[in-house]
């Protein structure tokens, strides 16, 4: 028995992303779940080489892991976030709340802000007739943690 199977076997947000993929017409392959399970295992914003790191033994390779990215970013399963060095992340959304991140650009630690304070913004583009609004947002700064690292040293 493999450690990483029973965390997210059951867990209904898998069922819910499979029922996307499946209304999606797109099959359901075993890379696809593997990947899957990582991105709800790991519950944040991932860099795609290391999803492939953690599903490489699912006989997946990197070409894999980013084209089944890109179909789940396109399906709604993913959402990309942005760093500041440009690299990109994605985060599994389905089931969740939608929220921001905060991100330290010291040592890349991501924590999520559960309010959203553009909200208002996005409906004042519905009403301009815009329809399937969304919008990206994310914050940058240095943590508590690693100011006190530098404060340390003058
Ligand atoms: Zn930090
Ligand atoms: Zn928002």
């Given at each position: 028995?493999?450690?990483?199977?029973?965390?997210?076997?059951?867990?209904?947000?898998?069922?819910?992303?499979?029922?996307?993929?499946?209304?999606?017409?797109?099959?359901?392959?075993?890379?696809?779940?593997?990947?899957?399970?990582?991105?709800?295992?790991?519950?944040?914003?991932?860099?795609?080489?290391?999803?492939?790191?953690?599903?490489?033994?699912?006989?997946?390779?990197?070409?894999?892991?980013?084209?089944?990215?890109?179909?789940?970013?396109?399906?709604?399963?993913?959402?990309?976030?942005?760093?500041?060095?440009?690299?990109?992340?994605?985060?599994?959304?389905?089931?969740?709340?939608?929220?921001?991140?905060?991100?330290?650009?010291?040592?890349?630690?991501?924590?999520?802000?559960?309010?959203?304070?553009?909200?208002?913004?996005?409906?004042l583009v519905?009403?301009?007739?815009y329809?399937?609004v969304?919008?990206?947002?994310?914050?940058?700064?240095?943590?508590?943690?690693?100011?006190?690292?530098?404060?340390?040293?003058?």
């Amino acid at each position: 028995m493999s450690t990483d199977d029973h965390i997210t076997e059951n867990d209904p947000r898998l069922d819910q992303a499979l029922a996307m993929l499946h209304q999606a017409r797109h099959r359901v392959t075993q890379p696809r779940v593997a990947i899957l399970k990582a991105l709800i295992e790991h519950e944040g914003p991932i860099k795609i080489e290391d999803i492939h790191q953690k599903v490489e033994a699912h006989n997946c390779d990197l070409a894999t892991v980013y084209r089944c990215i890109a179909a789940f970013e396109k399906i709604g399963i993913v959402r990309r976030c942005f760093f500041p060095d440009g690299s990109s992340l994605f985060e599994f959304v389905v089931g969740g709340e939608h929220h921001h991140h905060i991100i330290c650009t010291s040592c890349q630690k991501v924590e999520n802000l559960d309010v959203c304070v553009v909200a208002g913004l996005e409906r004042l583009v519905h009403d301009r007739g815009y329809s399937n609004v969304s919008h990206m947002l994310e914050f940058f700064g240095t943590c508590e943690d690693c100011s006190e690292d530098r404060s340390g040293n003058p």
